[in-house]
């Protein structure tokens, strides 16, 4: 948390000298590729988004600098695969994805919110940093259960030293959009963005199956019945064996539009300087 503070402030800082202020709000949607959705982007599982908004354009009109607030859902389920593995491994999850972000646009032609001749549309790449909280939970016996608290690895365990992963986490944001004026006073942005995130276990899902007997002694038979669900074991009892792949880290998306009103706009002969 403290580098994100200090990231905040970086960017406050250099908006000081920026040019016009915006409020509004994203709808969209989003999405999640990890463990138990390996490829499949804007599946039956995309869900509803939503967030707040705060930009500052830069004097140039060529930067942006914005800081938000997004709420989306993640969730998969092996048994729509049709990987055989997957299918066979039977797990699922869903979590809630409360993010904050402090984000640089660069604009590919001079954009101005509200100036709808000169500066009225341009594309847009942006890049920052996030912070967000997810909890991961598995649907089981008409229920939805917290995964975390159950160590599904052997977390804090003989067989399995680590600590419980935390449900708060670092994401690096990066995306694409459109902007584009529609009156004097409101514009739109259309974006697709992209969330790296340095977990495996936003789907509670990353290495192997461990002692099943282990569990049972130290963590209790519910973290047995959600660690291994899968139709057919292989060898002991499938420990040892793959339940992720812990090489990769989980990704998350939101895509959507976001509608910004003008707080502050310079006076026109100053600006007209730049």
Known sequence: MKYFCIILLLVTSTVSYSQSDELGIFLGASYYTGDLNPDK???QNTNPAAGLIYRRTSRGYRYAYRLHAMYGKVEAYDHQSDNAFLDNRNLNFSSEIFEVGAIWEVNFK???????????????????????????KAYYQNEWLELQPLGTEGQNTTVNSSDYYSLNQFAVPFGIGLKMNISKQIGLAFEYGVRKTFTDYLDDVSKKYVDPGVLAEESG?????????????????NIGVNRGISELSDWYYFAGVSVTFILYRPDECKAMRY
Do not use: M
């Not at 001749?117 to 942006?126: D, G, K, N, V, Y």
């Not at 973290?223 to 060898?235: C, F, H, K």
């Open 41 to 43: 982007h804007f599946s």
């Open 110 to 136: 001079k954009y101005e919110l509200g100036n709808t001749r000169t500066r009225a549309i341009s594309p847009f790449l942006f890049l920052g940093v996030s912070y967000f909280h997810f909890n991961p």
């Open 221 to 237: 038979s519910l973290t047995v019945d959600l660690a291994d669900r899968s139709y057919n074991q292989i060898g002991d009892r």
